[in-house]
């Protein structure tokens, strides 16, 4: 084992993931939230609904049939690196015990020479690598990689380790430049193999990874439905890509993997092609909430500007990797715009994947619901759930990260803070904050050398102003580069620098070529995304509702309203008062007057908070009282 | 053979095929186009798709394997009840040969014991009747019957006939209360039984309809994806159902078919559970082009008001349902709005499926394009298609009905009718009329017993005004009822009625609760809804334009413009400039500007006519230069 998290061509380097303890506030709840409810749920679904069973059966522990979707395996995998993300932070012996019993389930399942798919195994043996376009055998595969290096990080143990090389050595003699030429039609074994090359030092896993991204676009695949080859990124080569297209989560998953394969590589042609779609993802395609998707059809990106409230899909798992591609693109680039939308879419689209009771998930996350959506305790699909899980688990690792220069704070929460600057240069920070409902960031030096280095602290892109001190004395006009402020200084330990964003509600308006929300607006607070939830509005349709975008937006924190409390945004809006007439759904123009309608107040919340008392009808976007069309 | 065309529940009786000749003008074209092009298309895409080899290689007579689809067959009983239509009115010997020779093959393939079905004979032998959720095989069968009947009411030939009831007859053996109890998860063979019952005079085929019709709703079916058992309306019972929902085509043939036992049977609780349906479409699930389904995701409804200009479906196939089901309201009831939808639903959402060339189609009729998407010569499933060809075909029918008062005329086009109203009360009369670019139509009385009765005319819905003449006496006040003009008369031939409707072109806006539309309002003039298409506004992206809607509607018929000449309709509008601030997908409400704008002339033309120049980029609704929301 060779463990390098020194990424060879990253601007930023990331941090090990015990550098960062998140000790308080707002993710600390939800990381204590999964590490009490959601992994212990994760691993009961994953007995009841099959997924071990599948490989008792391959193991011939057990008999019986194969249970469950094709890609079941990977469920598996992904709760073994949330436990070994939560291992590594969180030493737990009951995790422990119930991952090394899947673990020794795993190994038992793997046939002699490597090969590892209870699917194949046990419902089509024989017919292994016959479907590379939908089969996922590759993508499952990735998904224990991932796993692996994960709880190898955590236990220093090689059981996991020994499997998962064994697995990835088949797969090398089988597929590359003179032996098979395909790829898996779900991207994931990509940023899987640069991870288990970055774990082992194995050069050929590397180079499975670049041979796997450039299979892509040769029209081999058989493509799905209306969408075709673009369904999974297969239209045109990855180094051609314009366009973000197809499967959402199958996109981000690809274009995790061919940033990591920039990392490593430098290739040029894969660092514009990922930028190109970067650009086209947020210029048209990107919801309020970083939710990616606009489509059922396909559970695929739309047209540029194609974002419907109500039919977006906003798959879980496609905003969870929008999360670890735009990672990468801030280690290669440094460029604070991306982790602004890494901050969008973990308190919005991300979050509201999860229940504030830790056990009910959404897999698709609409910004409109008419009523009777529910988050689900379980899906026939179950990629979602543990995909969160492993997030949260490994959460701590997206706040910071270091260069020989000093370190960069990207998001904010109370945590602690340590890194090597390199030269056995050590640092170490305390954050406290009560982010995201208050702007006010405290962040004191710990240990440092008395050498200077520099402190860079993201400037959010919601944020009209900041104030930053240092002890106390404010700093006029402080340096700033790609988003971020630059404090370079001779810390001292008892350094303390403070920030203070302004954080007051504003309303988003929607470019006009979205037609969709065409004559509404969102409000947003900080990082969070708001919205009407029925239940603030008793007796009142959503649909009906308009907002006075002129009146003012008091704050008011509500401990009462949700379990974890949560701060509400007031507003005065309009019920349309339907009439007779009005209720035709089609009409002449000049055949009616004004609608009446009486004022009314209104309450927001915080999008991710929603739903979680029962399955009411909610709305992020709402219409305006009076909308001048591109005005 | 006991052929039967009357309805023992009707308000109206239907007429013989033949009785209604469009003889010229719209719809005439339209005809003739299939006649010439059409129908000859379709043959030769069933032997190219494999459609007829399927049937030779069930016979024995060509070696090979399943070709397409499960429901191919289905393709080529459609294509045969076209002919049979087309055949019924205008002999041809081409396509009797064709047709023959198709007859041929189906006989040769059907086994000894009745059962046809190439997919299960040749695909999945042994397997018949395992698979009802999704084997399709009873749509099949369904389709069997209904060009059997149109084939047979045509030529009076039995072959085709013995065919369908040797396989009805072995449908009847094995379902039934006392044998197998399931129905098709795609509803087709409910109305097709009807049918078969009317021509044969069988009543084990009506009492097989109404059979099957009561196996929906027991929770039997597997359901699909996200929709689950609405997908295939088994979530409640039929005679409970309340609102229209899941997949369109399968609502449209359910109805069509429930509409169809009630005329047989008179069951009232199928007629109120077809009014609440029919309702809660006309309410909130219908586009204004008469489309319907909302949603890719199952081809099937979305809630009430989610209409998405883009990401509809509107599948050709569900818009001719909705006729099928519309025309058997309108048989039952009498009610002119049943005939108001037709006539939306034809000159729009139907004909739209037919590129002017007369062989390429749409399968989805979306309202807004973004470029790019394009009428083909042939898809994977092939239903549109052959469902056009009989559509067009068999057209006439829709146009008038009887009952022992008198005549009915529910569409306007230039024709020659005949009807017996009854003991040998033999009636003839021509229309003539350039609908729908003119409001004008003229009726005159060719033959009569000179005994009284009624001529009813309907009124469309989109008229604000109508003066009725006789023989050049205007009629102060004309009786009217249920959407109809009432002229009572014991008519003379030479009589002559005359029927000036207003045609002004007007604006149509949609319910505030549609979403999707929020802001913006269509055209509409006569029963042709319109669109604005980037071919006739060169260098302007459609999405940045908005409409003066103060400013008049100049209409201007261009014989140039498309091959069969169109009336366009001018407007006034803004196309809105984009700068950098504004190229944000999301902002600040407060931190720009009003956007600058310059006016443009704007040419709208007939939404059924838009892609025929090319993937042009077009739309239907469009914003509005000043809006107040709800006012």
């Not at 209870?118 to 993508?139: I, K, S």
């Not at 991870?195 to 180079?207: A, D, I, P, Q, W």
């Not at 600057?421 to 208050?438: C, F, I, N």
């Not at 050398?449 to 404010?474: A, C, F, I, K, M």
Request: glycine share 8%; charged share 20%.
């Amino acid at each position: 084992m060779a463990d390098n998290l020194h990424f060879k061509y990253a601007r930023w380097q990331k941090l090990p993931l015990p550098a960062v303890s998140l000790t308080g506030g707002f993710w600390s709840q939800w990381q204590d939230l999964n590490r009490r409810v959601t992994l212990h749920h994760g691993y009961r679904i994953l007995e009841e609904a099959g997924n071990l069973q599948n490989f008792r059966i391959a193991a011939g522990l057990s008999e019986g049939s194969y249970q469950g979707q094709i890609f079941n395996d990977s469920d598996v995998y992904k709760w073994l690196e949330a436990v070994g993300y939560e291992l590594h932070t969180h030493p737990n012996a009951e995790l422990q015990r119930q991952a090394d019993e899947v673990i020794d389930l795993v190994a038992a399942a793997q046939q002699s020479d490597g090969y590892l798919n209870t699917y194949y195994q046990v419902a089509e043996p024989g017919r292994r690598w016959t479907d590379l376009d939908f089969g996922h055998e590759l993508y499952c595969a990735g998904h224990l990689f991932q796993g692996t290096a994960a709880y190898t990080r955590a236990t220093h143990t090689t059981k996991l380790l020994g499997i998962a090389t064994r697995f990835a050595d088949l797969i090398c003699d089988t597929f590359g430049p003179d032996k098979r030429q395909s790829a898996c039609g779900h991207p994931e074994v990509e940023m899987a193999l640069v991870e288990l090359y970055r774990l082992t030092g194995k050069v050929s896993y590397l180079e499975l990874a670049k041979f796997f991204i450039g299979q892509r676009g040769q029209g081999r695949m058989r493509g799905w439905g209306w969408l075709g080859a673009s369904y999974h990124q297969d239209r045109v080569p990855v180094r051609e890509a314009v366009e973000i297209e197809g499967h959402a989560v199958r996109a981000m998953y690809l274009n995790a993997g061919v940033a990591d394969l920039y990392l490593e590589t430098k290739e040029a042609t894969l660092l514009t092609a990922l930028e190109r779609q970067w650009e086209d993802l947020v210029s048209g395609k990107l919801f309020l909430t970083g939710g990616v998707g606009a489509r059922y059809e396909g559970e695929a990106f739309g047209a540029p500007y194609e974002l419907p409230s109500d039919q977006c899909y906003c798959e879980t798992c496609a905003a969870i990797g929008s999360v670890m591609w735009n990672w990468r693109m801030l280690l290669i680039t440094g460029e604070g715009r991306f982790a602004d939308l890494i901050e969008r879419t973990l308190y919005n689209g991300i979050l509201s994947g999860l229940a504030l009771d830790g056990q009910h998930f959404f897999y698709i996350n609409p910004l409109l619901s008419r009523g009777g959506y529910a988050r689900q305790r379980w899906y026939p699909v179950f990629c979602c759930p543990p995909n969160i899980m492993r997030l949260l688990a490994s959460l701590g690792q997206y706040f910071a990260t270091r260069d020989e220069a000093g370190l960069q704070i990207h998001l904010y929460n109370t945590a602690t803070l340590q890194a090597d600057l390199g030269s056995e240069r050590a640092v170490a920070l305390k954050m406290q904050t009560d982010y995201p409902w208050h702007g006010q960031v405290a962040i004191s030096i710990e240990e440092t050398d008395g050498l200077p280095w520099t402190l860079r602290l993201r400037v959010p892109e919601w944020t009209q102003s900041v104030t930053v001190t240092l002890n106390q004395q404010v700093i006029e006009k402080p340096q700033t580069d790609l988003g971020y402020l630059m404090l370079e200084r001779a810390w001292q330990a008892g350094d303390v620098v403070e920030l203070a964003f302004s954080i007051e509600p504003f309303i988003v308006e929607p470019h006009p070529r979205v037609d969709a929300v065409r004559g509404s607006v969102a409000i947003q607070r900080g990082p969070l995304v708001y919205c009407l939830e029925a239940a603030d509005h008793p007796g009142v349709d959503l649909m009906d509702i308009q907002l006075d975008e002129a009146a003012p937006l008091p704050t008011q924190w509500r401990e009462d309203l949700l379990p974890t409390g949560i701060m509400t945004v007031r507003m005065k809006g309009y019920v349309l008062q339907m009439d007779e007439q009005r209720n035709h759904l089609y009409r002449r123009l000049d055949s009616h007057g004004k609608l009446s309608r009486r004022p009314i107040q209104l309450t927001a919340i915080p999008y991710y908070a929603w739903a979680n008392r029962g399955a009411q009808a909610m709305r992020v976007w709402i219409p305006r009282a009076v909308t001048l069309s591109g005005g």
